[in-house]
Structures are given as C-alpha cells and as structure tokens.
C-alpha cells in the first residue's frame, strides 16, 4: 500500500505558493520586456564573472552538463526506479512532471524570444533552472517523511539549484533575470504539480481481514 509523503504541505499553501510564483513570474517577465532588469543584469553579469580561473570554469561546465538533459534523465530514471515501491503513485508521475516542464519551458521562452548574453536565443527564462528547480523540488517533498529528511531535502534542493543557476550564469549562458525567471516559473509548475498529484484519488486496498470477511448483510430503512 501506497504511504502518504510525511503530513505533506496543505492545499491552501501549496496553491499560494503556485499563485505567487506566478505573478512574481508575470511580474518580472513585464519588466524583462521593458528592459527594466538590464542594469541589474549587467552588475550580476560583472560580478559572476570577477573570479577567473581554469578549475572555477572546468566546474561550472561540469554542474551545467548534469544540470542538463543528460543528468536529469539519469536522475528521473533512478528516482522513478526507487519510488516505484513505496511511492508508486508519486514513482509513475515524476516522468510525466518533467516532461510537461521541458514543455512549459519551451513555450516560455518562445512567448519572451529574449537573447541569451552570449547573443544565443530564447534565454528566458532558463530551462536549467526551471527542470531543476522542478526535478528536485519534486524528489526533496516526497522523500520528506520526517523533519529531518524534509530539512535536508530543502538543503539539498537549495544547493543544487542555486550551482546550476550560478554555473549557467558563469558560462554567459543566461542573465540574472533568466534564472530568477526560471525559478519563479518553476516553483508555480512544481507547486501545481505537486497540488494535483495529492489531490488525486488514491486507489485503496483492502488488508487480508477486510477482503475475507463477509459483506454486511444490514438494511437501512
């Protein structure tokens, strides 16, 4: 039998949650198209950029490159795996999360059609960001059956994220504003995601003395 993900996050906050990202989202989109984030961009983009030294970059296309496709396919394929058992429901779904992530994001960046700072196009918002931000977020709530894993969970989440988002930044792949959109966006599909998966209806199964017992034979007048 299926066992519930620790007491979970309630509905309320998790549609909140959703709801503010998505206006934060909305909200800096606006400004991106006006170029109103640009001389924050740039100061980012300055900064990022201050250390300089062949082992930094070695690393930071290394925390791209499994940050990517490659990596995460390698990880929803062994997370996926490992729920399987216990968390079938949640095992069966993550496939699924991610692919209407990788859709999402390709709309998104169709919709702004905004260069990257290597002049490459359809930076924002960042498909790293926002698949990681999703993948792990994921896995961190439903491995997060007592405090301690939930607290490590987010730990671990956070630290990913924030590498992939500094490496893609590091690389002139994105600006500033592209991760930030990323991970706004990503947390409104993650919460959402997430939202639906525990609503659904849970299929129950009956214990041995359940099943072989017999059924009532009680009238209601």
């Known amino acids: 039998m299926e066992e519930a993900s620790g007491d979970?996050?309630?509905?309320?906050?998790?549609?909140?949650?959703?709801l503010a990202s998505l206006v934060a989202f909305l909200a800096l989109?606006?400004?991106?198209?006006?170029?109103?984030f640009d001389g924050a961009d740039h100061v980012a983009r300055a900064f990022v950029h201050r250390p300089s030294y062949p082992l930094l970059q070695s690393s930071m296309e290394a925390a791209s490159f499994l940050g990517g496709q490659p990596g995460q396919i390698a990880v929803v394929s062994i997370g996926a795996m490992m729920l399987r058992r216990r968390r079938r429901r949640w095992a069966f779904a993550l496939p699924l999360v991610m692919a209407?992530?990788?859709?999402?994001?390709?709309?998104?960046?169709?919709?702004?059609d905004r260069p990257r700072p290597n002049l490459d196009p359809w930076g924002f918002p960042s498909a790293h960001v926002l698949t990681?931000?999703?993948?792990?977020?994921?896995?961190?709530?439903?491995?997060?059956?007592?405090?301690?894993?939930?607290?490590?969970?987010?730990?671990?989440?956070?630290?990913?994220?924030?590498?992939v988002a500094f490496s893609r930044m590091y690389l002139d792949a994105h600006w500033l504003s592209d991760v930030l959109g990323g991970f706004t966006i990503g947390l409104a599909?993650?919460?959402?995601?997430?939202?639906?998966?525990?609503?659904a209806p849970q299929k129950r199964t009956l214990t041995p003395a359940a099943a072989n017992s017999p059924p009532s034979t009680s009238m209601r007048l």
């Open 132 to 163: 990681v931000v999703v993948l792990f977020g994921y896995l961190a709530y439903v491995v997060g059956t007592s405090k301690t894993r939930r607290n490590v969970g987010v730990a671990l989440w956070a630290g990913i994220v924030c590498t």
């Open 29 to 36: 989109t606006g400004v991106v198209a006006l170029h109103g």
């Open 8 to 18: 979970g996050l309630p509905g309320r906050t998790l549609i909140g949650g959703a």
């Open 100 to 112: 209407g992530a990788g859709v999402l994001q390709l709309v998104a960046k169709w919709a702004v």
């Open 189 to 199: 599909y993650l919460s959402t995601a997430i939202w639906l998966i525990a609503s």
